[in-house]
């Protein structure tokens, strides 16, 4: 298994600033990803970070609004730009320990007023 | 329609009732098949996994595959109030350690 750590576990942002995410692995992990977590809804993920090359994102999401850094095999971060408080949710990263599994962060409880 | 459904809940139980979780998917491309356990506040926690169809038991907790019905079920036996928790399923093609598509999550209440 793998232990996943986040910073901050939570932060109340003003609208148009911007936050980073800290996700710290305990040993080194081929793949990590980022995911939103809204409020009573699932997870939907935002991005693959890639070690030494640029994030992979989804539909809908984009490199000027969620840059994402991953300098090595255990730490990558996000970062939440120009907040709205639609960013409001839950921000988790994940690693992929094997073929077979994908273990999960706290989470970071972010509100945006 | 979503790729992944899932009962949403609440599903209420006495103490020692046995729980039946299900997902059903469209995708058929999808070959690993994952619960993941969540309390309030916190990460998703990974209780089981299974590659492809068939049964995998691990304690009281049983994860079944069915393909040919694109249909996936986890059971809780002797459910305790400290299961109370929301499910998700997830789902992965070719490789689990890629990216998941989950299900929306069951909220599960055990009550004492």
């Known amino acids: 298994s793998a232990v996943i750590s986040q910073k901050p576990s939570r932060d109340i942002c003003q609208r148009g600033t911007s936050l980073t995410i800290q996700c710290q692995v305990d040993?080194?992990?081929?793949?990590m990803f980022w995911y939103r977590q809204q409020p009573g809804q699932s997870l939907t993920l935002i991005a693959t970070?890639?070690?030494?090359?640029?994030?992979?994102?989804e539909s809908g999401f984009v490199i000027d609004k969620f840059p994402i850094s991953r300098p090595n095999l255990t730490f990558s971060t996000l970062t939440v730009s120009n907040m709205s408080p639609e960013d409001s949710s839950i921000y988790l990263c994940?690693?992929?320990?094997?073929?077979?599994?994908?273990?999960f962060g706290p989470g970071t409880r972010l509100t945006v007023l | 329609q979503k790729e992944v459904e899932q009962d949403p809940g609440p599903l209420s139980v006495p103490e020692g009732a046995i729980v039946s979780l299900n997902c059903t998917y469209s995708?058929?491309?999808?070959?690993?098949f994952m619960w993941y356990r969540q309390y309030s506040r916190k990460g998703p926690e990974l209780l089981m996994y299974?590659?492809?169809?068939g049964n995998k038991e691990d304690g009281r907790f049983t994860a079944q595959v069915d393909k040919s019905s694109k249909y996936i079920s986890l059971f809780i036996r002797d459910s305790q109030p400290s299961d109370s928790a929301t499910y998700l399923c997830?789902?992965?093609?070719?490789?689990?350690?890629?990216?998941?598509?989950f299900g929306g999550g069951t909220r599960l209440m055990v009550k004492p």
């Open positions: 994940s690693a992929s320990v094997s073929a077979d599994t994908q273990y």
């Open positions: 040993s080194q992990v081929t793949m």
């Open positions: 970070a890639n070690q030494g090359s640029e994030a992979t994102y």
């Open positions: 995708n058929s491309a999808f070959q690993y």
């Open positions: 299974t590659y492809s169809s």
């Open positions: 997830a789902m992965s093609g070719s490789n689990a350690g890629n990216m998941l598509t």
